[in-house]
Nanobody, 122 residues
Framework: QVQLEESGGGLVQAGGSLRLSCAAS????????MGWFRQAPGKEREFVGH????????YYADSVKGRFTISRDNAKNTVYLQMNSLKSEDTAVYYC???????????????WGQGTQVTVSS
């Protein structure tokens, strides 16, 4: 069992940056691939990016590639989402998720955090 808690969301102006954190409980965090997803009002949950268990491999949605970076610190049981050059269309609730393998499909992840709101003002 893994419990996840996101933090770091907030209000930022377009062009600004935010770093989200996802803290995990449990000693097995390093075994899991981690994904970030987001959901804007009235829209379906959208894949943002994922990172493998070791942190050596990452993959991003085209909409955030070159602007967002995922990293993890297994010693701290934490995964990060660094978001730069934010746009109004990045406004959403951001979720982290843990799964067996890094995938773009939300249903393949076992555990989810409660989400953190990111609002980008234009």
């Amino acid at each position: 069992q893994v419990q996840l808690e996101e933090s770091g969301g907030g209000l930022v102006q377009a062009g600004g940056s935010l770093r989200l954190s996802c803290a995990a409980s449990g000693r097995t965090f390093s075994r899991y691939a981690m994904g970030w997803f987001r959901q804007a009002p009235g829209k379906e949950r959208e894949f943002v990016g994922h990172i493998d268990w070791s942190g050596s491999s990452t993959y991003y949605a085209d909409s955030v590639k070159g602007r967002f970076t995922i990293s993890r610190d297994n010693a701290k049981n934490t995964v990060y989402l660094q978001m730069n050059s934010l746009k109004s269309e990045d406004t959403a609730v951001y979720y982290c998720a843990a799964g067996a393998v890094p995938r773009e499909v939300a249903s393949l992840y076992y555990y989810w955090g409660q989400g953190t709101q990111v609002t980008v003002s234009s």
